[in-house]
Every structure is written in C-alpha cells, then in structure tokens.
Nanobody
C-alpha cells in the first residue's frame, strides 16, 4: 500500500522560500516517479513538476521554472519541492503523488489521471 505524506507548508512573504517534503512509503523511489500538484479552491489540481528516476525533473507549470526545484533522497524515500521567489499566485494546497503507469518516467503532461495515491496536502500561503 502506497502512502504519501506532505509537510513543510506555511505562511511566507512574497519573495520568500519554502521547502516541502513528501515522505513515501510502500514503494522504492529508485523505481518510481513522484509528482507535485497544487490546488486552489474552485479549480482543478494543477500539475507543477515531476521527478523521475530515468529522466530527472519535468516542469509542467511554466511559471515555476527557475524558481522551483525537485530534489530527492531515495534512501530516505523523500522527494522535496524547493520553492524560491514565491509570489501570491503560488498560494495553494500542495500534494505529492506517485505515477501508476510507466513509473520510471513521468507519464502524461501533468494529467492527474496518470497518478495514483494522494496525501492530505500541505497549505502554502504567500502573503504580505
């Protein structure tokens, strides 16, 4: 059984940074891709970025390129979302999830249908 637990969210001023963590149980990150999604009220979940063992990081949301990175520590079964230069438009609940098809790479194009398990998310609020 795959479980994912997001943490690290909080309130930050514009221009600040946060580092989110996704601790994964039930699978080996050496063999699996992990994606970050975000969601605001009234909108569908948006695919932000994805880390795969085979190809590294894919950025689905253009506005985060150059500001967000997705490091991972496979031995600790943890994937991170390092967020720098945050702006209010980044405010959302952030989720991590695992690919259920072709897990060695990131499937689809930020389509949540290609991903399997979801945690409760962690709230990121960017406000002055």
């Amino acid at each position: 059984q795959v479980q994912l637990e997001e943490s690290g969210g909080g309130l930050v001023q514009p221009g600040g940074s946060l580092r989110l963590s996704c601790v994964v149980s039930g699978l080996n990150l050496d063999w699996n891709s992990i994606a970050w999604f975000r969601q605001v009220p009234g909108k569908e979940r948006e695919g932000v970025a994805c880390s795969s063992p085979e190809h590294g990081v894919t950025y689905w949301t253009a506005s985060v390129k150059g500001r967000f990175t997705v490091p991972r520590d496979n031995n600790a079964n943890t994937v991170f979302l390092q967020m720098d230069s945050l702006n209010p438009e980044d405010t959302a609940v952030y989720y991590c999830t695992n690919a259920r098809v072709g897990p060695r790479l990131c499937p689809g194009d930020g389509d949540s249908a290609y991903f399997d398990s979801w945690g409760q998310g962690t709230q990121v609020t960017v406000s002055s």
